[in-house]
């Protein structure tokens, strides 16, 4: 994946994070954070950004998916 892949919309979204983070301590240390991730992983800022938000999507509708499949049962 590279930043080419990435949709610009979340690129906006990300941009507009870190200006925010400014007066967000919480939001300041998670962007210092996931900047270390990106570093660690080889990879530029807004595909880390963008690998965590993905994995995070997808537990939460896995977890929806379980939810709904024992509410059928």
Do not use: H
Not at 2 to 27: E, H, Q, Y
Not at 43 to 64: H, N
């Amino acid at each position: 994946m590279n930043k080419k892949n990435i949709p610009k919309p979340f690129l906006k979204i990300v941009d507009d994070l870190i200006l925010k983070s400014g007066n967000d301590t919480k939001l300041a240390e998670s962007i210092r954070w996931i900047d270390l991730q990106s570093r660690k992983n080889m990879v530029s800022f807004y595909e880390m950004a963008y690998i965590l938000t993905d994995k995070q999507l997808t537990k939460k509708r896995a977890q929806q998916w379980v939810m709904c499949k024992d509410q059928r049962i």
